[in-house]
């Protein structure tokens, strides 16, 4: 089996953050910006509990379906998620630890910073 595209990643990633309810996803295309990732992807929880299970049920798919296993970091408390699926960084965050950390700030292109 081929490893999936960033695409492929990206498309089974927004799925499964549909799936389980995500909220605010937003999309970063990070292609030429940073070597890190193609791109970056960053959603919110209601809830710790919320935050925690919707990364571990996207984790669990991106094994099931592209035979990847992804790093993840921050999953025990559930104020912040960081899954790194490759061409992929997933960022789940419960709503007030998004706000304090405004990370789509400082990855979105200028013109959103002109607010």
Do not use: N
């Amino acid at each position: 089996m081929d490893a999936p595209t960033s695409q492929e990643l990206l498309d089974s990633v927004l799925a499964s953050l549909d799936d389980d309810k995500a909220e605010d996803v937003v999309q970063i295309d990070l292609r030429g910006k940073s070597s890190i990732a193609d791109y970056m992807v960053i959603a919110s929880g209601r809830s710790s509990r919320q935050v925690a299970s919707i990364a571990e049920k996207l984790v669990e798919r991106l094994k099931d379906s592209h035979k990847m296993s992804c790093k993840t970091e921050g999953k025990g408390t559930g104020d912040w998620v960081l899954i790194d699926a490759g061409d992929v960084i997933v960022h789940l965050f419960r709503p007030e630890v998004r706000e304090f950390y405004q990370l789509e700030k400082m990855w979105m292109p200028t013109a959103g910073a002109a607010q």
